[in-house]
């Protein structure tokens, strides 16, 4: 009987998870315990209102697209050593994107996070698994699914 290697995982992938679950955690509290994060969930819910109370939502949301460009430019700087940045990957990553937010719902933190997982986990497993068919094909049934049984996504809200 032979033994087996031990597992091997690099410092930079440990230092990138840590990250990346700080990050999820500070958005959560902003989101869910500050002013900004009620003001942020006042303009998607009822922009009118939102606007009645002294809520400036397009600057708000002018704000809250610029952290989540800064937040893209931050994930690109410290997984670009990882992913091997090349032209073109922007068209391999964004359809990814896409399925991860219809998979968990719009506007949902944790739908974003179970999204993620879900996605990366049938996506690694195509790429080990298939040689000649894109492992992108094989997300395409998990979302077909979801916008057939749950339109909203997994932990989106129902909006009559």
Do not use: E, K
Request: aromatic fraction near 8%.
């Amino acid at each position: 009987m032979r033994a087996s290697a031990p597992l091997v995982v690099p410092n930079y992938r440990l230092a990138i998870i840590v990250i990346a679950v700080v990050v999820a955690i500070a958005l959560w509290l902003l989101l869910d315990r500050t002013r900004l994060g009620a003001m942020i969930r006042a303009g998607v819910d009822d922009p009118d209102m939102a606007r009645v109370v002294g809520i400036r939502v397009s600057q708000l949301f002018t704000i809250v697209f610029a952290l989540g460009a800064g937040l893209a430019a931050f994930a690109g700087i410290i997984g670009g050593p990882i992913s091997s940045v090349y032209p073109g990957l922007d068209q391999d990553m964004l359809p990814l994107a896409l399925v991860v937010v219809i998979l968990g719902g719009t506007g949902s933190l944790l739908g974003s996070f179970v999204g993620s997982i879900i996605i990366g986990f049938i996506y690694n497993f195509g790429q080990a698994t298939s040689c000649r068919s894109s492992p992108i094909s094989s997300l395409f049934l998990p979302m077909l699914l979801v916008l057939l049984l749950r339109p909203q996504g997994l932990f989106g809200r129902h909006v009559p």
